[in-house]
DNA sequence: TTGTATGCGTTATCAT
DNA sequence: ATGATAACGCATACAA
């Protein structure tokens, strides 16, 4: 076609038409022009092929149409979930979504943050593990799991609700020897309140409980250590195991069939999140469901029509059981 | 809303400094400038924290640092994979990544086609089930899978050399016969050739097989059927079974042993992607692996170096055949 | 080397 | 309602 002829513009389109550029221009946008002019414009533009320039138009505008991302990675499936909800919540709304993998790195945090800001992008979403994460006022971000602090809304699910979900779920069936497994970050972040959650439930009820908690990047073998310790005559002490996540409670899981401990026969076990095999089918245990699609919808939500300046600072939404095999049915 | 003074722009750096407006450019671009002028402009920017608004400098160079990606969901671990493994190679390259989830909608990729091309990107990789996807030729656009024609060149594993992998491992591993089972378009596209690889090696080392073949959107319990039928006395007649992605061999392995049949004792199962238990962790199944960061950096490549026009139509990558717990050791 | 002026494609403010 | 024109923020050719 166009033999590398740069793309048409406006003024093209114009020319084309016999109309002026700015009757063009309103065309485009949708302003009331008369009905000749009109179909005389998209005439043009068909046959031009032509597109508006996004760029020319967001410089002028100062709306790019253009939320930035920011996540550790995609493969966890937590992750990767959370990003297609917030990918459709956008698209719902005429955006689109600049998707950023930090790795978990602090410094690629804050570098991404900058790029976004000069991508002048309308709003910033992000599940950041930096807790000194700079962000300049003039664009809104929204904060996911970590609370920044009251000037920067945070959204997460109910992680301390989730955490008394769990223990009650156990309790309820049966369970009367508790234990929580968590493997996590010592800042202070929203999912950390799940072992709150969980210590509140097992006080109330009356059930003792015993806390294994780790840092980040420790290797999964200080759990099976611990698990080991607590297993007499084939017999563990616990009966219950609430998993900070279901990526642990599967490991869990595995650990306790290859020690000859039946789940959930033996040991009832919960996990977080609510990941799915293949991402829509069977939970992979039982499981704590984070509310994705709402968490992304607020987030989305508060970005773009809020003045974010007087959103509410923390925002939890509920979570629900969701059986998965490792429980009790 | 806190102080609405708008970002600094350039004449502001220059003021500041004291310089002028080009000598701010320049050195925003690392183009030499007399040294005290150097020090002076990155004080004014450091005092000011300015950024480069980029669709000011995007719409004067038409050089936008973007590509825009196209899949169908981020959900399915395979695809999430693929996209990390995209944003790593362009994050490298110092892209950004557009990403678009299409749901496998080809009304839905085409619109974003044109947001893409709209949006000025510097190139477009997409995994598409349109086949009439129409493409404005001023975009360089690479496919994943999919082989649009020679004028648009697709990336993709060695489906063929895939499928006789795993018909050769499923011999090798004692299998004497096999089935392969399918899911998917009815459209020609790259891995539809995963079949005729099988058919290809079952051939060449006479061992009998038999295909069972649906459309995409058919129920699993279509093979679970199939499955029963070649059920004879707790017996099923093959022995070896390669399934065309590793989310088809989850649900085979899951109905043949519920209904009885041992996996990998009595039949043995590869599937195809190398899909691992939350992006890192062990794979599903005996599984043919794609080389998905090559995959990746293949068509980050190829939109961002070659001139594209005469890259090859079509380049395969090499697969490799992964132990997953069903196959024998 | 540094500064000035022009234009990228669009929107918006004007007269008409 | 329509058409001319001035910005938007930056890069760059050209002048100093």
Redesign the pocket.
Same mark, same amino acid.
């Given at each position: 076609m166009a033999e590398t002829t740069?793309? @048409? $513009? =406006?003024?093209?389109?114009?020319r084309e038409a016999? /109309?002026? &550029?700015? $009757? /063009? #221009? !309103?065309v =485009? +946008?949708g302003? @009331? /022009?008369?009905? #000749?002019? %009109?179909v005389r414009v998209e005439e043009a533009v068909a046959k031009l092929n032509? %597109?508006? +320039? #996004?760029?020319? !138009?967001g &410089?002028? $505008?100062?709306r790019t149409y253009t939320v930035a991302v920011l996540v550790p990675n995609l493969v966890s499936p937590f992750f990767a979930k959370l990003v297609n909800c917030l990918n459709r919540s956008l698209s719902a709304r005429k955006h689109r979504m600049l998707l950023f993998a930090t790795d978990y790195d602090p410094a690629q945090e804050q570098e991404y943050v900058i790029l976004a800001e000069?991508q002048k992008v309308d709003g910033i979403i992000c599940l950041s593990y930096n807790p000194a994460l700079k962000v300049s006022e003039s664009v809104p971000l929204v904060s996911i799991d970590r609370y920044f602090g009251a000037q920067i809304p945070c959204v997460s699910s109910d992680n301390y609700g989730g955490g008394r979900l769990a223990a009650e779920k156990l309790i309820e069936n049966g369970c009367r020897n508790l234990a929580f497994m968590r493997i996590g970050s010592k800042l202070t972040n929203e999912p950390n309140k799940r072992k709150d959650g969980f210590i509140s439930a097992c006080e109330a009820l009356n059930v003792p409980y015993t806390l294994k908690m780790v840092d980040d990047f420790t290797p999964y073998s200080a759990f099976e250590e611990f698990l080991r310790e607590h297993l007499r005559g084939g017999k563990l002490d616990f009966d219950g195991i609430f998993c900070v996540t279901d990526a642990l409670a599967y490991q869990t899981v595995r650990s306790l069939r290859s020690m000859g401990v039946r789940v959930p026969e033996d040991v009832q076990i919960i996990g977080f999140d609510g990941t799915q095999y293949f991402g829509d089918q069977d939970y992979f245990c039982s499981t704590i469901v984070q509310p994705l699609p709402e968490i992304a919808e607020t987030c989305v939500d508060m970005i773009l029509e809020k003045g974010l300046s007087k959103a509410p600072s923390l925002v939890c939404l509920p979570v629900m059981y969701a059986y998965g095999g490792t429980t009790k049915a």
């Open positions: 740069s793309a @048409p $513009t =406006m003024k093209d389109v114009a016999g /109309v002026a &550029l700015g $009757t /063009v #221009s !309103k =485009m +946008n302003i @009331p /022009v008369g009905e #000749s002019y %009109r032509y %597109r508006v +320039n #996004s760029y020319a !138009k &410089l002028k $505008t100062n000069q």
